[in-house]
């Protein structure tokens, strides 16, 4: 793995936790007096999360498989 896939991940990962956070606050504010805004703001938030989770789990770096089994 290279020093650029590095940073797209590490890039990935910082844009999920935010976005992920936000959705966090915004959730409360869906049981409180409504606001039409509230909701979409939300799908919006819950959707660019679970985008964001899958691309990482796609681009994560395969498992070392330099570890030896012995052979009988």
């Given at each position: 793995m290279n020093n650029k896939t590095n940073r797209v991940?590490?890039?990935l990962l910082i844009a999920m936790a935010v976005a992920a956070s936000a959705l966090v606050l915004t959730?409360?504010?869906l049981f409180g007096p409504?606001?039409?805004h509230q909701?979409?703001?939300t799908a919006v938030?819950?959707?660019?999360?679970a985008v964001l989770g899958i691309?990482?789990?796609l681009l994560r770096?395969?498992?070392n498989n330099?570890?030896?089994t012995p052979h009988n």
């Open positions: 991940l590490m890039g959730i409360p504010a409504h606001e039409p909701f979409w703001l938030l819950g959707g660019i999360t691309a990482l789990i770096p395969g498992r330099s570890v030896s």
